[in-house]
């Protein structure tokens, strides 16, 4: 029988430490969040668990850990100066970050690595901004990279998933879909999502895409995959799809939901057709 090695105070503390963490109250409000939560977050020990607490995430403070835990030599002084960094909002924090340590980081190497599969989240949505952020790489190329953060656990790490590939949707969206509609069919309600979120004709904190906003039947092989689905989280993403597209073509997306509603007759559909023309629906009662 081999014989068990005897942990250290400071072992037995870290794991005390781990375990009230893990058991820890959702915050809400930042001022609920205790310094310890605070401290883990900043050292990269947890993720957030809602809003709140990646709200309360230094990013500053967490990339100057990172880089003292994995020996990287960034510069400080220039474009992650603290100074600027602290003028600019969370995202937009992350986004600086991840442009600098893009240059740095490369697809052949371990660093990216460390980065997406981080116990933080924030440290996971550096890598998947960095995804986005390499040069001359094949759109189905970064669709693999990013796919296990496209289905994480974690909301927060799909929703910069998505958010990290779409300047290159809205780039090239033809080509962008037809890469996406394998997606659809996704056991992962995560990953279908994913298809029809990043597709948006308007989104959400991202640029809009004047093609979809103008021709937005571009997005049928994706949207009618998924007109009847049976999750929840894909029926939002698909509605609110269509109540985008219905603020710059309104009558398409009413033929096509008349049309829908007549070809699939279900609880599922109804629901999507309901919440994608409520933008419609106030306009017509006002």
């Known amino acids: 029988m081999a014989k068990q090695t005897k ?20 915050a809400r409000r930042r001022s609920d969040v205790p310094s310890f ?23 500053i403070e967490l990339l100057v850990n990172l880089s003292k835990e994995f020996q990287w030599e960034l510069d400080f002084e220039h474009d992650l100066n603290p100074t600027s ?19 740095l980081f490369h697809a052949s190497g371990p660093e990216i690595q460390l980065l ?25 190329r970064r669709l693999a990279w990013i796919k296990p953060l496209a289905d994480h656990d974690n909301a927060g790490t799909r929703e910069f998933a998505w958010m990290a590939l779409r300047h290159h ?8 879909i037809e890469k996406l509609v394998p997606w659809t069919g996704s056991r992962s309600e995560r990953l279908r999502r994913f298809a029809s979120e990043i597709t948006r004709p308007r989104g959400v904190w991202c640029t809009h895409i004047q093609l979809l906003k103008d021709s937005p039947e571009i997005a049928l092989p994706i949207l009618e995959q998924l007109l009847a689905d049976s999750s929840l989280y894909v029926r939002n993403s698909v ?48």
């Open 116 to 140: 997406l599969n981080h116990p933080s989240d924030v440290a996971r949505e550096w890598g998947a901004l960095i995804v986005g952020l390499w040069h001359e790489m094949p759109f189905p």
């Open 169 to 176: 949707v809205a780039e090239n969206p033809i080509q962008s």
């Open 85 to 103: 960094l602290a003028k600019l909002s969370k995202i937009q924090q992350s986004k600086q970050i991840a442009k600098s340590l893009a240059e």
């Open 37 to 59: 939560v605070r401290n883990a977050l900043n050292h990269g020990w947890i993720e957030a668990r809602n809003l709140v607490e990646w709200l309360c995430v230094d990013r």
């Open 239 to 286: 509605a609110n799809w269509l109540n985008d597209a219905s603020k710059s073509q309104p009558q398409w997306v009413l033929d096509l939901t008349n049309q829908w509603l007549y070809s699939s007759p279900t609880p599922e559909t109804k629901y999507i057709v309901r919440r994608a023309l409520r933008t419609l629906h106030k306009a017509a009662d006002q």
């Open 7 to 26: 942990q250290s105070p400071a072992e037995l503390e870290r794991i005390e430490l781990l375990e009230t963490l893990r058991n820890r109250p959702t």
